[in-house]
């Protein structure tokens, strides 16, 4: 190939390894520069990050286009992709395997390196120097590793396949285009929560500024993370046609671990700016944060585990991870023995106070994420002593997580409303008497309404759910003493804290009533047939025929009637894609705020009967709802104006 | 001591108590709540105990799928090359699904040697083998490891 452009790839390639380039400078020039208080050497952090950045997008594009041109001779777009594939899909596939997710993976790393370089203005050169050169040793490590192992560019020359193997039909969705970026960029955000800690400890500065600034980040990537987990799971219940939402699969257990300590995380950094308190935890729940996501990629990616997610993998990708891993938890650990002592943490609080419940917070929620890890790693450890290959079951993590949330759950309205320093139980308890009133009787009357008898699982549920809303609601109502339009003078940091946790609740009631109430029914039908799943006919009219761009479909068509009214028309499919032959189950949904109809087709019987899944699932939708809340709220809280105040400041006096 | 010496050390004594109870009873249900892996050889040999939940797995044996012509019942053999077990599996079966795939089934040993399934795992990718079935195939030696390079796409 002598023309320019068969070169392609290569200048792909060639733009990672400049990307590697550029992030070892980033990391010993800026250090260098604070070492020897050069403020000249600590200026280059910046513009270094920012190139990392353009360089690792610049490749990220190039295998972008390598996609949407086919071209073969890379041999990842050959395994991932196919002539007949939808454009969208097409620059969907550069992340649906393992090289090309690494490399969206760094070169997300690589924008949060960038942003950080954009809004730090109001940071100190050196705390910048510092943040920046820590951020660029983990992109060294990852671009060394995509680079190593995992060469998306890597050419299939000569031999180009005339077609692509395709991009595995589970993939092929909207689902996907959204659900890896989203979580990759909520994994990696966390870096910076990282990177600040570690600067702050290396620095000697961990007070409440270093908090205020570390607190928009760690709020930004919780963000992600939380609408990342919630994609999957929204994606899992539509794509993989059983209508399973959460499996407490290692790789889903993966992105809840770094989430649950990263919520930790964002309630102990706003003790440390308020109250000067819980420093050197909280730079512990940050490094455990970015551990936690750089072991999820690693459980991810080895495939040591049986997961619903795992892919035909290679394990010696898997212990390079684990020595990245292994680099950085040691590291930043050993940093946190010899530099932690020396912080001293300033003021008292009460046993009642604002303090012990978030404390109680942190311990609750990292007691959740370390029973999950060990669910998550035990049979990792019994199969390297060669003890036999076990799974632990869902119902563990059932057992271990809802007593958990539960709790949780119970302390939210209260710590919310409590006071700094030391407060009174009297008072708590006479402002949430009405809320406690009040959950409790419509906790009893929502089963006996709804399913016509007492469960008390339900019952517990809507009552902590309702408990949380309501004593957050009456928080509300005293700081606006009674008057609504006060409410926007209460300032956009408490707005985002009750609309995140009032998602809690909604959450809650989602999974209390989903959990409790769905219906479902596996039948043997052929069209003409009607099966009843509770106060639903389902009518399999007629059975039919679809041809895609890339597959060909038998599909089903159903009414669905309630109370002899028609709800709705669902044509469940069975697709069989071309160029893999695989089978895949199109589920039809639905969809309602308080129940969704689920139907997929089973496998063909004899006679042109099909085995079909029924389903009624109540509040569904609920479970995801919260989820935007949640990262509603996070929202509004980094919008607060007290994290810019300081630019304006010296804006002023410029 | 110090009052606010003496409130750290509650503070701590408070924490490893609970954590230590917390890993504790944690271990406790794990030890209850694991799913033990089984190989064909294993259940063919009668070291399952009839009515414990396992899982088990192992190649789809050609030609060894049956289906009931009421409902959605099916029985099928899984081998690792070495011994051979039915499963039966009332319900709808995964995509994946086919001869010479390798799954793995979660379920209960019934008294006459069948295994009872409640669940049979799908996978995302189809040339994936779940490694316990690898680990199954390999251990039944020379027969499984031909099993093993046949299935291979």
Redesign the interface.
Known sequence: MTEWYGMVPEFGQLALIFALLVSVLQVVIPLLGVRNSQDWLMAYARPLASAQAVFLLISLAILTYCFVVDDFSVAYVAKNSNTALPTPFKVSAVWGAHEGSLLLWVTLLGCWGLAVSLFSRSLPLDMVARVLSIMGMVSVGFILFTLETSNPFERSLPSVPSEGADLNPLLQDFGLIVHPPTLYMGYVGLSVAFAFALAALMGGRLDAAWARWSRPWTTAAWIFLTVGIALGSWWAYYELGWGGWWFWDPVENASLMPWLVATALLHSLAVTEKRGLFKSWTVLLAIFAFSLSLLGTFLVRSGVLTSVHAFASDPERGIFILALLGICVGGSLLLYALKAPTVASVGRYEWVSRESFMLLNNLLLVVAAFAILLGTLYPLVIDFFGMGKISVGASWFNTMFVPLSVLLALIIGPGALSRWKADELKRIGGQTVAAAIISLLLAFAVPLLHGGDMNWQVFLGIAVALWLITVTLTDVWKKCRGQLSRIPSLGLSFQGMVLAHIGVAITIIGVAMVANYSEEKAARMAPGDIETLGAYQFEFVQAGHIEGPNFVSDAARFRVTKDGKEISLLTPEKRRYNARGQIMTEAAIDVSLFRDVYISMGEPLDNGAWGMRLQVKPFMRWVWLGAIFMSLGGALAMADKRYRRRKTLQEANA | MHP?RKKRLILILF?VA??GT??GL??Y??SQ?????MTPTQMANGEVPVGR?V?AGGLVVAGSVE?S????GATFRVTDGAAEVTISYD???P??FREGQGI?ALGQMSADGVFIASEV????????????VK?ALEKAHTEGKQALESARY
């Open positions: 606010k924490l609970g954590v917390a890993v944690m271990m249900s794990l709540n694991i799913n033990l892996f939940t899982r289906r012509d009421q409902g959605l319900g709808i079966l995509d994946l793995v795992l799908a996978k995302h990718d189809e040339n994936y083998m779940p490694p316990e680990d």
